[in-house]
């Protein structure tokens, strides 16, 4: 059975919605990464990078939350538009925006605007102002378009929902009212059965949620060298 290393957080949240959507089998694997789960040896065997999610299925080992993502589309043929080179080439597109500017913009802004010690004007303004951009091209896209890739459903929208999840948080209490298309997909996401499902994955561990000094040394490592 595929084993679903899991922390309930924006990246794995994607993975936990197609997981759910397709139906497949699995066995949830908790990383509790403000315990330092993440760092673990059997871990980062199966992700190098030290970060969730990662999944196993069989002699397959995948990590990377879009990689994932398309693992498990190439796996089942779901939540992919059909094949054709049009179609391929506007899912790749969007997929890589997600992975390499909403999930990096969005994680930097939660980052200096709510864990960073100061002076940090001047990354908030740089995340600040990037993640906004981002999302704006998202939202910009449902504008035009009810899903992503047009009229289905697809990994793509799965991705943007993970990281909308925690949008006031990253961007600030307007966020949705000034991302009203964006609003618009991650409240018809979060009414499918799926999302419910994903939903219920928080209390199936009690993760640690304060942020000590313990939680910042396994998620941080990098303030050891400002200590040095
Ligand atoms: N590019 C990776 C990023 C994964 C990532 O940053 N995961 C976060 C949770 S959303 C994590 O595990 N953080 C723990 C840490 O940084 O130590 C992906 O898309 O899967």
Not at 28 to 54: C, E, M, S, W, Y
Request: glycine share 4%; net charge neutral.
């Amino acid at each position: 059975m595929i084993k679903f290393y899991y922390h309930p957080s924006p990246n794995p949240a994607k993975v936990a919605l197609m997981l759910e959507e397709t139906g497949i089998p699995y066995e949830l694997v908790p990383v509790d990464t403000r315990k330092g789960d993440q760092h673990a040896p059997a871990f980062t065997a199966i992700n190098p990078n030290a970060k969730t999610p990662a999944l196993v299925d069989d002699d397959a080992i995948v990590f990377d939350s879009n990689a994932i993502l398309l693992y498990l589309a190439e796996k089942t043929s779901r939540f992919v538009p059909p094949n054709t080179p049009a179609n391929r080439a506007q899912m790749y597109s969007w997929l890589m925006f997600v992975a390499t500017g909403i999930g990096p913009y969005s994680g930097q802004a939660v980052h200096f605007k709510h864990f960073a010690p100061a002076p940090k004007d001047y990354a908030v303004n740089r995340y600040d102002f990037e993640a906004w951009r981002h999302w704006n091209i998202i939202n910009a896209r449902l504008a035009a378009n009810r899903y992503m890739l047009g009229e289905e459903y697809t990994i793509v929208d799965m991705a943007v929902w993970g990281w909308a999840r925690a949008l006031p948080f990253a961007l600030g209490a307007d966020a949705w009212d000034k991302l009203p298309h964006v609003k618009r997909l991650f409240d018809e996401i979060n009414a499918r059965p799926a999302a419910g499902r994903v939903d219920a994955l928080r209390s199936a561990h009690q993760f640690k949620t304060e942020m000590d000094d313990d939680a910042r040394r396994a998620m941080f490592p990098q303030n050891a060298r400002l200590e040095a």
